[in-house]
């Protein structure tokens, strides 16, 4: 999966998970059958999300087997503000309109 369509899939699984107040199970919202990916590619795009300021809650711990993505001790993972904004604007709607709307300027 390119890595930019894995980064938005992991705020919106992390978005998703936080609209149902429910224990976040990190086996299951962030297992690499259900992204498409592998664990170090999902590692990788935790570690820039959070870097970027997009997500908190969220840190990597390397475990004895390899890199296991792991919750930090802050709580619950969640979105930022600015990881809010970034999923609102890479929505496929809207990236859809967007071009929509220059297709009928384009012909007035």
């Known amino acids: 999966m390119d890595f930019e369509k894995l980064c938005y899939q992991v705020l919106k699984r992390i978005n998703d998970h936080s609209a149902t107040n429910l224990h976040f199970?990190?086996?299951?919202?962030?297992?690499?059958?259900?992204?498409?990916?592998?664990?170090?590619?999902?590692?990788?795009?935790?570690?820039?999300?959070?870097?970027?300021?997009?997500?908190?809650?969220?840190?990597?711990?390397?475990?004895?087997?390899?890199?296991?993505?792991?919750?930090?001790q802050n709580g619950e993972p969640r979105l930022t503000l600015k990881g809010h904004r970034y999923l609102k604007e890479n929505s496929f709607l809207n990236k859809t309109l967007s071009t929509v709307k220059d297709i009928l300027i384009s012909k007035i």
């Open 25 to 72: 199970k990190e086996s299951e919202i962030l297992n690499p059958s259900n992204l498409n990916s592998d664990i170090t590619q999902i590692r990788y795009a935790i570690k820039a999300l959070k870097e970027e300021g997009l997500i908190e809650g969220l840190s990597i711990q390397i475990s004895c087997d390899g890199c296991c993505v792991t919750l930090s």
